[in-house]
């Protein structure tokens, strides 16, 4: 699976396009803004769009789902405890910000346990409750998507509602940590790190 990786917004939000070597179906995880330059690389990649995938639905994390989901027709994938964060500008934080964030209905409404096919490839949502009520990690063969659960050196905030740290320290111990320590970690904001690295050096999971 290629990954490709693009920072969007003022938040930086890592806005991850992954891509099937052989047939060119992809998806896109947490297209939290900047639509046309997310559209223009998927063009320039010559993907044929499958999913937009959310790891949660804070406002940075779904800006550009709306015009990705009209022009491409992909199927948008969310938790059914986050789903709420799609369409109310208070749940997905945009409100205080001044301008309301809409997204889109969803078309699959996400499970822990749950896979995704893609091109023959699988795509497993681990349910990591903590950052968000319904926060979820997605893998994908050797490749973790982490949103705002797990960071490099980090962890992602608590204190926004229907946030707990004890929640997430626990989705991280329960579900990131028996993975292999050569899984690669991509995080919704900042750097990419491996499990490995994480279970060594990260102070939040000792
Ligand atoms: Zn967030």
Redesign the pocket.
Known sequence: MQVHRMAVGLMETNCYIIADEKTNEGAVIDPGADSSLILDKIETLGMKLQYILLT?T?Y??IGAVAQLKRVTGAKLAVSEEDAAGLTDGRWNLSAYGGSSVEAAEADILLKDGDELRLSGQTIKVLSTPG??KGGVCFLCGGELFSG?TLFAGSV?RSD?PGGSMDALVQSIKTKLMPLDDGVRVYP?HGPATTIGRERAGNPYIR
């Open positions: 949660h804070h940075d994390h950052h968000t705002d992602g926004f919704g």
